[in-house]
T-cell receptor
Framework: DARVTQTPRDKVTEMGQEVTMRCQPILGHNTVFWYRQTMMQGLELLAY????????DSGMPKDRFSAEMPDATLATLKIQPSEPRDSAVYFC?????????????FGQGTRLTVV | AQSVTQLDSHVSVSEGTPVLLRCNYSSSYSPSLFWYVQHPNKGLQLLLKYTSAATLVKGINGFEAEFKKSETSFHLTKPSAHMSDAAEYFCVVSDRGFKTIFGAGTRLFVKA
C-alpha cells in the first residue's frame, strides 16, 4: 500500500532550536509539496519540488526555513531557529507530476509545537 | 492565476439530510478540481476529482460534485449525511498538475 511517510509525527521543541521534518514520497512520484496547517491560516503551500528541483518556495519564510530533496526518496523541511509562531501541522504530499492531473497524496503530518 | 473560494466556513446538518458544500474557483487554464476530507488529527484524503471528463463526478462515501464552467463552481453534495461525515472539507484547484491551491476549508457538523 503506497503512502507518503512523514517523520516525526509529533515534535515539541524549545524556541531557538533547529527542527528537521522528513518526508518519504511515494515511489515514482516526482513532485513533492510541503504545506503548513494552522487554525488561523488554514493550509498554506510552503514549497514544492519537481524532480528534486525547487519550483516554488515563495510561501516559505526564507530567513529561517529551508527545504531540500537530497534524493528522490527524501524531502526535508528545516526550521532554524524555530519560533513559537511556527507551531503548526506540517504536511508533505506527492504526485506523479506534470500533466497527469492526479491528486496529491498526503502524509499524516508532523505536529510541531515550539515552546 | 488560480484561486478557490469555499463559501461557507461551517455547515451544520442533521443526520439523514442532504449536504451541500460550496466551492467557486478561478483558473487561467482548464483546471483540475478536487475535494479532500480531513478528519480530526488525520491527514487529508481524496474524496473525488474532476479532470475534464464527465462534469458530474462521483467519489467515495456517497459524495459527488458537479463541475459547472459557466458558474465556475464545483459544489460537493451528498444525499444523506452520516455522523461519520463530520470533518473538514477542502476544495482544491490545480493547473496542469502544477501548484495546488487549497480553499480555506468548510467544517461540516452532523447533528444526531
Amino acid at each position: 500500500d503506497a503512502r507518503v511517510t512523514q517523520t516525526p509525527r509529533d515534535k515539541v521543541t524549545e524556541m531557538g532550536q533547529e527542527v528537521t521534518m522528513r518526508c518519504q514520497p511515494i515511489l515514482g512520484h516526482n513532485t513533492v509539496f510541503w504545506y503548513r496547517q494552522t487554525m488561523m491560516q488554514g493550509l498554506e503551500l510552503l514549497a514544492y519540488f519537481r524532480n528534486r528541483a525547487p519550483l516554488d518556495d515563495s510561501g516559505m519564510p526564507k530567513d529561517r526555513f529551508s527545504a531540500e530533496m537530497p534524493d528522490a526518496t527524501l524531502a526535508t523541511l528545516k526550521i532554524q531557529p524555530s519560533e513559537p509562531r511556527d507551531s503548526a501541522v506540517y504536511f508533505c504530499a506527492s504526485t506523479p507530476g506534470q500533466g497527469s492531473h492526479t491528486e496529491a497524496f498526503f502524509g499524516q503530518g508532523t505536529r510541531l509545537t515550539v515552546v | 492565476a488560480q484561486s478557490v473560494t469555499q463559501l461557507d466556513s461551517h455547515v451544520s446538518v442533521s443526520e439523514g439530510t442532504p449536504v451541500l458544500l460550496r466551492c467557486n474557483y478561478s483558473s487561467s487554464y482548464s483546471p483540475s478540481l478536487f475535494w479532500y476530507v480531513q478528519h480530526p488529527n488525520k491527514g487529508l484524503q481524496l474524496l473525488l476529482k474532476y479532470t475534464s471528463a464527465a462534469t458530474l463526478v462521483k467519489g467515495i462515501n456517497g459524495f459527488e460534485a458537479e463541475f459547472k464552467k459557466s458558474e465556475t463552481s464545483f459544489h460537493l453534495t451528498k444525499p444523506s449525511a452520516h455522523m461519520s461525515d463530520a470533518a473538514e472539507y477542502f476544495c482544491v484547484v490545480s493547473d496542469r498538475g502544477f501548484k495546488t491551491i487549497f480553499g480555506a476549508g468548510t467544517r461540516l457538523f452532523v447533528k444526531a
